[in-house]
């Protein structure tokens, strides 16, 4: 499945645990989610549907292409409950992840929509390895400050006017793993876009463990809440807008169907993400 060409490939051992084995290498996962490898396509995220471990309707176990672990997954949280909503007919399934228990709700076309936790803003809670002010942090001499938030898994967001495709393939490999993030970090270049009447947001991210992606719906939670924190959705009579439209890569024409939309009040328990899934195609791969 994917999230706005951010891909995806979904291990359903829901019903039985077993089904996976245990003691899978790193290198098999990064097998699986080779980009050459004939029978899976590749992927920027393996996810895997366990059996939950509290209320929810299931565990989602997310591995990144290089075998490593993520807290949290936004793309792959949408196009998880539009398979649950499509194998198992529960439309507002509650899907467990080390980042939060995250409650959704599946629309009409498999447009999706998840209620996040509030996001964390204090230095140890990024984390991050000294004290630092987290919402103007100075990670390299050649790029603005970055706003550091930990929307389940810990990102960085720089706002610039222009080349933010560039920025994330310059900078983006070397932040992942600056020395100030002891668990690496998803690093987000964000241009805030004048000539649209809703605030909205062109962002290019360099995922921890995935590299340059076509699209990441934490890192879209992570760069629209720096926005308005930051106070950079007010209009000019001083109204904060508290949702942002947010345009990926894949969405090259910047159309009003393929973005993230984020609805965040500052100070709430809770805030929305909603966009599309898809789904791709069933296969079988020997492990």
């Known amino acids: 499945m994917n999230g706005l060409g951010n891909d995806f490939i979904i291990f ?7 089904l996976l084995p245990d003691d899978i290498s790193k290198n098999m996962w990064r097998n699986i989610a080779d980009r050459d490898n004939p029978a899976t396509k590749g992927c920027d995220q393996i996810l895997i549907l366990r059996p939950p471990l509290s209320k929810g309707d299931c565990f989602m176990d997310i591995l990144n292409a290089d075998g490593s672990q993520a807290e949290s997954c936004g793309n792959g949280t949408r196009a998880v409950a539009a398979y649950i909503a499509k194998h198992k007919g529960q439309t507002n399934p509650v899907i467990e992840t080390l980042g939060g228990s995250l409650s959704c709700a599946v629309m009409p076309e ?31 001499d050649d790029l603005p400050p970055a706003f550091l ?6 990102h960085a967001v720089f706002f610039a006017s ?6 994330a393939s310059k900078f983006g490999s070397d932040l992942e793993m600056h020395p100030l993030f002891p668990q690496q970090a998803n690093i987000n270049f964000a241009q805030i876009l004048r000539d ?3 605030a909205t947001i062109l962002l290019h991210t360099w995922e921890r463990g995935a590299g340059l992606t076509k699209a990441c719906g934490t890192g879209a939670c992570a760069t629209a809440i ?3 924190e930051l ?14 439209d947010i345009i990926p890569p894949v969405n090259r024409d910047r159309n009003e169907s393929d973005i993230i939309t984020i609805r965040y009040q500052p100070g709430a328990e809770t805030y929305i993400m909603r966009g599309p899934a898809e789904f791709e195609f069933d296969g079988k791969v020997s492990l």
């Open 12 to 18: 359903d051992v829901m019903d039985d645990n077993t």
């Open 110 to 140: 498999n447009r999706v929509e998840v209620t996040m936790p509030a996001p964390k803003f204090a230095w140890t809670d990024i984390p991050v390895a000294e004290e630092v002010k987290t919402n103007g942090v100075k990670l390299h």
């Open 149 to 154: 938030v930990n929307v389940g898994n810990p």
């Open 162 to 167: 222009k080349k933010t495709k560039w920025m």
């Open 196 to 198: 649209f009447e809703r």
């Open 226 to 228: 720096a926005a308005i």
């Open 231 to 244: 106070g950079a959705t007010r209009l000019p009579d001083g109204t904060l807008r508290t949702e942002v």
